[in-house]
């Protein structure tokens, strides 16, 4: 069972940039697609950002396109999210997850189900 950790959270201001970290165990690392999701106090986990097995492919939430780089170094066993020009609302838990399954679904890709692997979270806060 793949082991994911987030790491890189903190406080920033409005307008700042943070560059989150999720360094993943095992020798599997290549053979997952890779999301973030985060969670608010009181919300849903929503979906951020997925990047597929080679990196070759990335899908963003509407609401951080643009803002927001997802990337991940096969050979470091890790995945990372450039956060730029963060916002409040911007403001939650961090989760990375891994998804094993085959196929890209087009229909569950941005749904926390289609993961089968999370790491504990780290704390992103951003201030007005």
């Known amino acids: 069972q793949v082991q994911l950790v987030e790491s890189g959270g903190g406080l920033v201001q409005a307008g700042g940039s943070l560059r989150l970290s999720c360094a993943a165990s095992?020798?599997?690392?290549?053979?997952?697609?890779m999301g973030w999701f985060r969670q608010a106090p009181g919300k849903e986990r929503e979906f951020v950002a997925r990047?597929?097995?080679?990196?070759?492919?990335?899908y963003y939430a509407g609401s951080v396109k643009g803002r927001f780089t997802i990337s991940r170094d096969n050979a470091k066993n890790t995945v990372y999210l450039q956060m730029n020009s963060l916002k409040p609302e911007d403001t939650a838990v961090y989760y990375c997850?891994?998804?094993?399954?085959?196929?890209?679904?087009?229909?569950?890709?941005?749904?926390?189900?289609?993961?089968?692997?999370w790491g504990q979270g780290t704390q992103v806060t951003v201030s007005s």
């Open positions: 997850a891994a998804d094993s399954h085959t196929l890209f679904n087009v229909d569950t890709y941005y749904t926390p189900n289609q993961y089968n692997y």
């Open positions: 095992g020798r599997t690392f290549s053979s997952y697609a």
């Open positions: 990047i597929s097995r080679s990196g070759s492919s990335t």
